[in-house]
């Protein structure tokens, strides 16, 4: 099959999809495939950064901003990085220009050849870009990928660490399901139960057998269980 006809092909399933929905059913727009043509194909040298590609064509150099994609934050640029390199270091990509009058670099719709990954996208999808909030063609499906990345946790998502205070401090015990808890402070004789005033400046999550046999006695104030 030429190289045309798979660009054609690859337009017709995306048309089919346009329809599609996202995650909890937010309809978008359909991400616009660009034929892949190898000729007028740029090659990705190397990301420059998070969002900034090196790519080359006829022997010109130049620097192309993912469209949509605003700067990581500074500690999370490394995965983004990354993983970007990992998706078009080294790869031909065919670029949709894409106006933008805030930064001086031309941005562009990227799109892998010779499967027309959309990489603005994935990058999303997976959870390393977050979409700006500049008006642009796929604004809205930049951004039902993102709230969707957040909500199934993906890429940098997944180190989010827990709101603090969501889990009690559970030293070294371990608490099998339906075992009665107690709580204890780092210092006290006493075991408590979880709501104990007592309990305001440390709290460790205890099976109740494990603070008897520590022998730490019953609150008087919480009456916990015995
Ligand atoms: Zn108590």
């Known amino acids: 099959m030429s190289a045309r006809l798979v660009g054609l092909v690859g337009a017709a399933v995306l048309l089919l999809a346009s329809a599609a929905t996202v995650g909890d059913g937010a309809a978008v727009a359909p991400p616009i495939p660009a034929a892949f043509d190898a000729k007028s194909a740029y090659e990705v040298i190397r990301m420059d950064d998070a969002v900034t590609l090196v790519v080359s064509r ?92 957040q909500r199934l946790k993906k890429g940098l998502y997944a180190d989010a660490a827990p709101p603090a205070g969501a889990a009690a401090d559970t030293d070294d015990v371990t608490i099998a399901p339906g075992e009665t808890v107690v709580y204890s402070t780092r210092t006290g004789q006493r075991y408590h139960k979880a709501d104990c005033e007592h309990l305001k400046k440390s709290r460790k999550a205890i099976p109740l057998k494990e603070a008897k046999k520590r022998g730490l006695t019953p609150c008087n104030s919480c009456d916990p269980p015995k």
């Open 58 to 149: 006829g022997g010109k150099q130049g620097r192309v901003r993912l469209a949509g994609l605003i700067d990581p934050a500074p500690q999370s640029v490394q995965s983004c990085q990354a993983f970007a390199a990992n998706l078009l270091a080294g790869e031909l990509v065919a670029l949709e220009f894409v106006e933008d009058k805030d930064t001086p670099e031309r941005s562009a719709y990227v799109f892998r050849g010779p499967d027309g990954l959309f990489a603005n996208v994935e990058l999303i999808r997976a959870g390393y870009g977050a979409p700006s909030s500049d008006k642009h063609a796929h604004l809205a499906l930049f951004r039902s990928y993102a709230d969707r990345a």
